[in-house]
């Protein structure tokens, strides 16, 4: 499940090494991780990254965080089409929460 880092910038490579880690007790057989940079700082400076996709249109941000002004947040969905979010910083607890919440 590590995301390969395509070396564009060091912001990706440190990014996706922060990412790895923060993942790394999570079942990739179970979850697919998608990273996406919406109006946060160094979105211009990975803009070619294949790692890393731009919400450059702000469809992500203003579908799951409409009045949100943080930087960052998670959005956790299932093949069903349902989803759980937490806006602003999380944890990996906060991650397996949301993740069990979809299973049940």
């Known amino acids: 499940m590590p995301l390969e880092s395509s070396a564009t910038s060091t912001i990706e490579e440190t990014t996706v ?10 079942d990739s057989e179970k979850i697919k ?12 400076q990975i803009k ?5 996709n731009i919400d450059e249109d702000e469809i992500i941000r203003s579908t799951f965080f409409p009045r949100d002004k943080t930087c960052s947040g998670v959005a956790i969905l299932n093949k069903k089409g349902d989803f759980k979010i937490k806006s602003g910083k999380y944890t990996q607890e906060n991650v397996s929460e949301l993740i069990s919440q979809l299973e049940n």
Do not use: E, M, P, Q
Request: proline share 0%; hydrophobic share 35%; net charge positive.
């Open 48 to 52: 070619n990254s294949k790692i890393i």
């Open 33 to 44: 991780i998608k990273l996406v940079y919406s109006d946060c700082t160094g979105r211009k």
């Open 17 to 26: 090494a922060y990412w790895n880690d923060f993942y790394k007790n999570f």
